[in-house]
């Protein structure tokens, strides 16, 4: 991984990071469409909330992306392939305040989203292995956590890849899903 200074977006300052096929960057106005593709997908969504989202959504979402940079020094990159220079989806580190038991109050929460003719090449664990290098210089030794629905076998994989071991098993808005700790 390489990281190449700052990339200056609406909002805040975000890393550039690279590795072989991505380029991990700050999100910008012109990724609207991709990403309202990427999350009106009920493929992509269908271990996200199960629900398609709106292109309001999809742009409120984006919107929120400069906050978490701007008010916790750390948030959401927008994901690049290099060799067609297309934003393929999100990935990054939040604090949602989620209203969760156990408590993630105090551990940065990782997350990832890829269109879906993206699956299944790698991406996801490229781009988080990138993202954790930062999480380590950025916070530190730290614990970081991340939920996946059970049913999602390929991010269950992608974690495990990277470190991630299953605390336990939760409820988040009615539905269950697994938590997990590095």
């Known amino acids: 991984m390489q990281t190449h200074g700052a990339e200056f977006s609406v ?14 960057r700050g999100h910008r106005a012109a990724d609207y469409t ?23 959504e999809a742009w ?3 919107l929120r992306y400069p906050g ?30 989620r209203d969760i038991t156990p408590s993630l ?8 989203v890829l269109a879906s003719d993206c699956h299944g090449k790698g991406y996801a664990s490229e781009a988080l292995a990138a993202v954790m290098t930062w999480g380590r210089e950025h ?5 970081a956590a991340c939920i996946i629905d059970p049913e999602n076998a390929a991010s269950i994989r992608v974690a ?23």
């Open 11 to 24: 909002g805040g300052l975000v890393p550039l990071l690279e590795t072989p096929r991505l380029r991990l």
């Open 105 to 112: 109050a105090g551990m940065p929460e990782l997350g990832w």
């Open 68 to 97: 978490l940079w701007c008010l916790l020094g750390y948030g959401y990159w927008a994901i690049e392939e290099k060799s067609t220079g297309r934003c393929i989806g999100d990935i990054g580190y939040a604090d949602f305040k």
């Open 34 to 56: 991709a990403l309202a593709a990427i999350w009106a997908d009920p493929l992509v969504v269908r271990h996200i909330g199960g629900k398609p989202s709106s292109a309001q």
């Open 160 to 182: 495990i890849k990277a470190g991630f071991t299953l605390k336990q098993e939760a409820r988040y808005h009615g539905d269950t899903i697994l938590l997990f700790t590095r």
């Open 60 to 62: 409120m979402r984006l």
């Open 139 to 143: 916070f530190g030794e730290h614990t």
